[in-house]
């Protein structure tokens, strides 16, 4: 059985996944002035769970001056085709993939990424309070040409009011550094700032580093949870 065959299977049983707590300390965040990028083409990957990210990240793009080519609509797992995703990235070759997405579908987009000869810069996991008001937790993989958006989410979250906790674990990077986008709108809700670093990720307007401070916050209870993805295709 092929590595995703089985990964197909195995999260139509269950698409949950327990994000873990980090816990950290409340650090300071100086922004910095985005650098002038030639940015790829922008593909917006749209699931379902995104609503109250996008507006931010299609905002944040338009402010960066990035263009944006077209949205994908990403299928449920559990009507997941592999062949027909990878028949359609095909088409968008030289882009660069951004959204949100439950976890079981990002495992099965990343295998056929990387069937595809794709990039993953960086993926997330987050959680928070579903009112988007509350407190919430980040936690994110990059590679190195991705590092310090953990950075850049700090920057964006420490103008509002909620706790927060934020990891970062980064390949080959261990210095950490000041990140953030200069128009960024203060006192954005946790899904809102999501949306806006998925823009900064997508444009590489951040300074390299890795962020792994935060301040753990209280109890989720009900919680609202769902993963990011940036990818070169």
């Not at 300390?25 to 609503?51: C, E, H, K, Q």
Request: glycine share 8%.
């Amino acid at each position: 059985m092929r590595r995703r065959d089985f990964l197909a299977a195995t999260v139509k049983l269950s698409t949950a996944v327990v994000a873990s707590i980090f816990p950290g300390i409340r650090d300071s965040y100086a922004v910095s002035t985005p650098r002038n990028r030639s940015f790829r083409p922008i593909i917006l990957l749209r699931s379902g769970l995104d609503t109250p990210v996008m507006a931010a990240l299609t905002r944040t793009l338009a402010d960066i001056g990035a263009r944006r080519q077209t949205e994908l609509k990403v299928a449920p797992v559990t009507t997941f085709d592999p062949a027909a995703l990878q028949h359609e990235l095909r088409q968008w070759q030289g882009t660069r993939l951004v959204g949100v997405m439950d976890a079981a579908t990002q495992l099965l987009l990343e295998e056929t990424l990387r069937d595809l000869g794709g990039t993953i810069l960086c993926t997330g996991i987050h959680r928070g309070d579903p009112t988007l008001m509350g407190p919430s937790r980040h936690h994110f993989s990059s590679a190195p040409a991705a590092a310090g958006i953990g950075n850049a989410m700090a920057a964006v979250l420490s103008a509002s009011s909620h706790d927060y906790c934020i990891t970062e674990t980064a390949t080959g990077i261990s210095q950490r550094s000041a990140s953030g986008f200069s128009s960024i709108s203060p006192k954005q809700n946790w899904a809102e700032a999501v949306g806006t670093v998925l823009a900064m990720a997508a444009t590489d307007t951040w300074c390299p580093g890795m962020a792994i401070r935060g301040m753990a916050s209280g109890s989720l209870a009900g919680k609202l949870f769902f993963n990011s993805l940036v990818a070169d295709i």
